[in-house]
């Protein structure tokens, strides 16, 4: 979607990051994760660590969080535009 976005010259400013951190984001998870002890879920230790305030943990937070307002502005941006062309089309 960020491609798309990039390629039809929208949202270009969010579409960047969101392009990069689509990479970025399972990588640093896995890396993350690895480190988990035996008996503990993935997400138990990762709710653990981000209320510990676990630098690396709060940073695999945040490219998840960056990615769900993308996806939000996005549907948001798209539904909009989708609507204009409708109106446009029934004048």
């Known amino acids: 979607m960020a491609i798309w976005s990039i390629r039809k010259k929208r949202l270009e ?4 990051p969101a392009l990069a951190m689509g990479f970025i984001t399972p990588i640093a998870t ?14 138990e230790y ?30 948001m941006k798209w539904k909009s535009s989708k609507a204009v062309n409708i109106n446009k089309e029934a004048n």
């Not at 400013?13 to 960047?16: E, F, G, I, S």
């Not at 896995?30 to 997400?43: D, K, Q, V």
């Open 13 to 16: 400013d969010l579409a960047y």
């Open 46 to 75: 990762f709710l653990q660590n981000v209320g510990k305030g676990d630098v690396m943990a709060i940073f695999v937070l945040v490219l998840y969080s960056y990615l769900i307002f993308w996806w939000v502005v996005t549907t």
């Open 30 to 43: 896995l890396l993350y994760l690895i480190g988990r002890p035996e008996g503990s879920n993935e997400l």
